[in-house]
């Protein structure tokens, strides 16, 4: 038995105009940039969990 799709809501009048208004001024603000730092943390992170071996496949 299939599933029904659910309508796609669309902005129209007012509220999709300050939909849009609200996207181009998001747009044009800095992006963040990550710090050195965080930058090292993240891969830090990254690297451990690929490393990681679940308790039941350790070796005793």
């Given at each position: 038995m299939a599933?029904?799709?659910?309508?796609?809501?669309i902005l129209t009048?007012?509220?999709?105009?300050?939909?849009?208004?609200?996207a181009e001024e998001?747009?044009?603000?800095p992006r963040r940039e990550v710090?050195?730092?965080r930058q090292k943390e993240i891969s830090?992170?990254?690297?451990r969990s690929k490393?990681?071996?679940p308790s039941w496949?350790?070796?005793?």
């Open positions: 599933t029904p799709i659910k309508a796609v809501p009048g007012e509220l999709a105009e300050e939909f849009i208004f609200r998001n747009e044009r603000k710090s050195p730092e830090d992170f990254l690297k490393e990681y071996v496949r350790r070796r005793q």
